[in-house]
Structure formats: structure tokens, C-alpha cells
């Protein structure tokens, strides 16, 4: 596999991909040092709908992927972390629906 070039900081990178966390085992056992991890938020929080219901959707697909690989992991996946459900106003308002 080709070596990846180091990932920005957010000073280097404010708006696009950059270090952001530090990923630990929780066995305290090292990670390997050239391991890259991509985090996400999946509990719905935070305040950019768009992007919440992008991270679902990535776990969800990512479920699905290795349903015969691992099928435990993606059906506790999938039953942790469901769909979200559609907005059903169609207005369209600037920043969410509000109606």
C-alpha cells in the first residue's frame, strides 16, 4: 500500500480533513503507528443536521458491508445506530425547518 502523506493540523487544514482527535485502545495496548482512524459522532448530537445524518449514514453502509464478514458487529450497528428519519417539510428554511 502506498504511504500516505501526514494528515494537517487544523491550523495547516481549518476547514477540510486535519488531526482532530487521538485514538487510544481501551486495553491501553498501543495503536499501530502509521494507523489512520476517522471519527463519528453517531448519538444525533450536535447541531448540524446535515452532518449527523451523514456520520449515520456512513455506519450504517459500513454495517452493511461486513454483514458476512462480522455479522454480530453489524447487527449490533444496526440496531444501535438506526436510520433518521426524513423531514417530511418540504420548506426548505435558511439554518432548519422551523414549522
Given at each position: 500500500?502506498?504511504?500516505?502523506?501526514?494528515?494537517?493540523?487544523?491550523?495547516?487544514?481549518?476547514?477540510?480533513?486535519?488531526?482532530?482527535?487521538?485514538?487510544?485502545?481501551?486495553?491501553?495496548?498501543?495503536?499501530?503507528?502509521?494507523?489512520?482512524?476517522?471519527?463519528?459522532?453517531?448519538?444525533?448530537?450536535?447541531?448540524?443536521?446535515?452532518?449527523?445524518?451523514?456520520?449515520?449514514?456512513?455506519?450504517?453502509?459500513?454495517?452493511?458491508?461486513?454483514?458476512?464478514?462480522?455479522?454480530?458487529?453489524?447487527?449490533?450497528?444496526?440496531?444501535?445506530?438506526?436510520?433518521?428519519?426524513?423531514?417530511?417539510?418540504?420548506?426548505?428554511k435558511e439554518g432548519g425547518c422551523k414549522c
Amino acid at each position: 500500500m502506498k504511504k500516505l502523506k501526514k494528515i494537517p493540523t487544523q491550523q495547516e487544514n481549518p476547514k477540510g480533513l486535519h488531526q482532530r482527535y487521538i485514538v487510544t485502545k481501551t486495553d491501553g495496548e498501543p495503536v499501530d503507528d502509521f494507523a489512520e482512524y476517522f471519527v463519528l459522532r453517531l448519538d444525533g448530537g450536535g447541531n448540524d443536521p446535515k452532518h449527523i445524518k451523514a456520520c449515520r449514514k456512513a455506519v450504517r453502509k459500513y454495517a452493511k458491508e461486513i454483514k458476512n464478514h462480522l455479522p454480530e458487529l453489524s447487527k449490533d450497528l444496526l440496531e444501535r445506530y438506526p436510520k433518521i428519519k426524513e423531514d417530511k417539510c418540504k420548506c426548505k428554511k435558511e439554518g432548519g425547518c422551523k414549522c
